[in-house]
């Protein structure tokens, strides 16, 4: 090759090698110009019921609460949103949460970290409140353009274990600024209970807020006759509402609540839904269950609707059912009982130190698929470490774990030194699906048998 078509060839190279960096970066431009691309949400009244629009479509909630959680199996088992507690959840930023929702065809409430008394602030504190409200003020700012925005959750059950009214007086500060600056998003709060008073106050003290969210457990029966009682007549979303929470069961006697298992709990969410959620078209523009996850809050299993392993519970096929009117193909086993020295959980199980004890477990499966068994005992959490109000708190120690196919569904165990304790089962079926109960018990030195 001659020294002329050699550098043809390399000029030739260079212009394709421009072409294709300037279409990359159109392609970029594109995509980035489509994310920055708000929908439209907007909250109308007709004669018969308020609703969320999107983009001129009513869209009705059919979310969980997500942090960690996979969307991809939310958008598989017919969700169509999240809700977030905070902008930075520490792993994502906001915009990868929305990127992420978006790949998936998930809106997101997204949640705006609003400090709480109950954790040492002051709302008395001038300079500490304008701070807050300016760190909000840019987090608004840079995700309000983003097509997977739905609403915004200003603060979670910021009235917990409150005195001081000012939180309300900046939450409506923040709801002006978000309204002023976006005029795309609907703003909430997301409120611990129904109370009438707190209900009274944040009517009162926050006009701004285009309507409020209830988060409610066990309790979520009452949420009807909770409305009638605070006379709200506006639209709401029940933003967190689940398993019976830890606080509203029955206790051992040495004072340790007492888990459902995890088919119990699914018949319950099931009967909550309908009986609360679903039948109010009205006024209710839809919910989150929580938590479409997992994690420790009592014991590992309590309010996650997956297991730590990845695998899903009876509340999952729950779910898919609500959001979808059919069952999925497979479903999770039922588990029907657990025993421990031939005792249920509600029989104050009291062992000796140091002696066998034999556990067993009934489950069936609805495709009949293979159940393999996996055991563990924990020791309870210590009173003075036990979350408030869904905070951090750290997994129990393990006693004993048995894997998948170790044992059967009868494990025979030494119990440990004395002191508190919970005996946990977990039935799997090998397609991804599992179901769970535990059993606390006492170890004590006086104890016969």
């Not at 409506?172 to 409120?191: K, S």
């Not at 009682?229 to 029940?238: A, D, F, K, L, T």
Request: charged letters at 20%.
């Amino acid at each position: 090759m001659n020294y002329l078509n050699l550098k043809l060839l390399i000029n030739t190279l260079a212009l394709i090698f421009l072409f294709s960096i300037s279409g990359c970066d159109q392609k970029r431009s594109k995509q980035e110009k489509l994310l920055n691309n708000p929908s439209k949400v907007e909250l109308v009244k007709t004669p018969d019921q308020y609703q969320l629009l999107v983009d001129g479509e009513p869209f009705y909630i059919k979310g969980a609460g997500l942090e960690f959680g996979n969307m991809e199996s939310l958008a598989k088992h017919g969700g169509n949103a999240i809700r977030t507690w905070r902008v930075n959840n520490g792993i994502q930023t906001g915009r990868e949460v929305l990127d992420e929702a978006h790949k998936h065809g998930l809106m997101v409430s997204m949640g705006l970290d609003v400090a709480k008394e109950r954790h040492g602030f002051n709302y008395d504190d001038e300079k500490a409140v304008a701070e807050q409200f300016e760190r909000i003020k840019q987090e608004v700012i840079s995700l309000k353009d983003h097509p997977a925005l739905l609403i915004w959750g200003i603060g979670n059950e910021l009235n917990l274990h409150y005195k001081n009214l000012k939180v309300w007086n900046a939450v409506n500060q923040i709801a002006q600024m978000i309204h002023d600056i976006d005029p795309n998003h609907p703003v909430t709060t997301m409120l611990a209970g129904a109370d009438k008073e707190v209900i009274e106050q944040v009517t009162t003290l926050c006009p701004d807020l285009d309507f409020l969210s209830f988060q409610l457990y066990g309790d979520i029966v009452n949420l009807p006759k909770y409305l009638i009682e605070s006379n709200y007549q506006g639209p709401y979303i029940v933003t967190e509402w689940g398993a019976t929470g830890h606080w509203e069961v029955a206790q051992t006697s040495w004072g340790r609540p007492i888990e459902q298992t995890s088919s119990e709990k699914a018949m319950a969410y099931r009967e909550r839904y309908e009986l609360v959620i679903a039948s109010d078209p009205q006024r209710c523009l839809g919910s989150f269950v929580f938590l479409w996850g997992q994690k420790q809050e009592r014991t590992p299993t309590w309010y996650g609707l997956f297991l730590k392993s990845g695998e899903e519970t009876p509340t999952v096929d729950v779910m898919h059912y609500l959001w979808n009117n059919k069952w999925p193909l497979n479903q999770s086993p039922v588990l029907h009982s657990l025993m421990l020295n031939g005792k249920n959980a509600y029989e104050n199980i009291m062992l000796a130190p140091g002696k066998e004890y034999i556990t067993k477990a009934v489950v069936s499966d609805p495709e009949n698929d293979k159940i393999t068994y996996a055991w563990a005992i924990l020791t309870e959490v210590a009173h003075d470490k036990a979350s408030d109000g869904g905070d951090f708190e750290q997994h129990p120690d393990t006693m004993l774990e048995h894997n998948y196919g170790v044992h059967g569904n009868e494990l025979t165990f030494v119990t440990p030194e004395p002191g508190e304790y919970r005996l946990f089962v977990y039935a799997s079926d090998g397609n991804g699906h599992a179901a769970t109960a535990n059993i606390p018990f006492l170890v004590e030195d006086y104890v016969l048998d």
